[in-house]
């Protein structure tokens, strides 16, 4: 630890790796760059191979072709075919005192990123290491983008989830394993019928905030060979390969009571999650390709969507807060009575009034009312006479 907080700590240097059975060739070498570089000797290659693969601060590799135990040619062909990425990529220069070309192209085919004899001065060999891991970094960055690019390609920036084409195309190998084999395969889509009346009340950001985490949470809950993509802008599919029609109904009902009784709270907005699902599964349907299946699951679930649509709507006819009209018969009654003079009204009143009470009865049971039926009873007394 850096006992003076004030200082920084000294950056460690990168290791390079000798391999040489030839001490003075080590010691030569190494002496010319130590002062840019940490420095590990090793006089055969089986211990150079042992030293490379248990020793991950090495960053370059200098080895003698000419080696008792394991020779230079045999650690190269090592490096190249190892499963490890790291030693597989790792930089080696070949020294030798042998400067024939069929020994160079040798050593070029064999996997070596550069030959030098053994004759080179430090500042040429400083030189040479500088440019093979500056061209080891712009290789590494190169793969760095591309997986960031491939990432971008596949996956919905907003959710995670895999893109319409990318989910189709890993679909479409899942359909043709199922085809050949005769196994299951289901594809489950479901949409968040909310996300409209969320994104009017809290706005776009939010909505997609909270898209994203329902996403990851169903991703959450699936297996490493399902696929989930989004397919819309508040819709989404999953294939379940290896999968029934059962087993995936199961699932797409649990996940569907655990979202539609979720609620998440944004400042004073309670957000309600109410979703539709739709199911197709190879078990249960003919599907002549994925792309048929999804289509079949996204039927299902447009059906499902208007059949919620419709019982909302029913529900809101049968409100107890919709302003209810009343038959023409009693409109009529109502107005006879009100323009109606006292004289006028008789026993046409009573009548009329003796067929209104059950109506009058049924509308102050549900508004919870208690109809003064004594005082009503007195005035037509009191009328009547």
Not at 74 to 86: C, H, N, V
Not at 341 to 361: H, I, K, N, T, V
Request: hydrophobic share 40%; glycine share 6%.
């Amino acid at each position: 630890m850096n006992s003076n907080p004030g200082v920084p700590s000294q950056i460690p240097k990168q290791r390079v790796l000798l391999v040489d059975d030839s001490r003075i060739v080590r010691t030569t070498i190494s002496r010319l760059i130590r002062k840019s570089f940490d420095v590990r000797e090793e006089a055969n290659g089986e211990a150079g191979w042992q030293a490379i693969t248990t020793d991950p601060s090495i960053v370059v590799v200098f080895s003698d072709l000419q080696m008792p135990v394991l020779d230079g040619f045999a650690l190269l062909e090592r490096i190249r075919q190892s499963e490890d990425p790291r030693v597989r990529g790792i930089p080696v220069i070949v020294i030798s005192g042998d400067e024939e070309d069929a020994t160079k192209k040798r050593a070029r085919a064999a996997g070596a990123n550069d030959f030098i004899t053994k004759t080179t001065d430090g500042t040429e060999i400083l030189s040479r290491i500088d440019n093979l891991l500056h061209l080891v970094e712009a290789k590494q960055q190169l793969v760095v983008n591309k997986e960031a690019l491939d990432q971008t390609a596949t996956r919905d920036p907003v959710t995670g989830a895999f893109t319409p084409h990318y989910l189709a195309t890993e679909g479409g190998k899942h359909y043709s394993h199922a085809r050949r084999h005769g196994g299951p395969l289901a594809v489950l889509t479901f949409r968040m019928d909310s996300y409209g009346e969320i994104t009017q009340k809290v706005g776009k950001n939010v909505a997609d905030q909270l898209l994203g985490r329902i996403a990851k949470l169903v991703m959450g809950t699936l297996r490493a060979e399902d696929s989930m993509g989004r397919t819309a802008e508040a819709s989404f599919a999953v294939i379940f390969p290896g999968t029934s029609s059962q087993q995936a109904l199961t699932f797409a009902r649990r996940m569907h009571e655990q979202l539609d009784k979720a609620q998440v709270t944004y400042r004073d907005h309670v957000l309600k999650i109410r979703t539709s699902i739709g199911l197709a599964a190879l078990d249960v349907d003919s599907a002549s390709s994925i792309e048929d299946l999804m289509k079949m699951a996204l039927q299902r679930l447009q059906d499902a969507a208007s059949r919620k649509l419709q019982r909302a709507a029913k529900q809101e006819e049968a409100s107890p807060l919709k302003p209810v009209s009343l038959p023409d018969d009693l409109d009529r009654a109502v107005q006879a009575i009100e323009h109606a003079d006292a004289q006028r009204l008789g026993d046409a009143a009573s009548e009329m009034l003796r067929r209104m009470l059950p109506f009058l009865l049924a509308v102050c049971r549900r508004l919870n009312v208690e109809l003064p039926l004594d005082k009503i009873t007195q005035a037509l007394r009191n009328h009547l006479k």
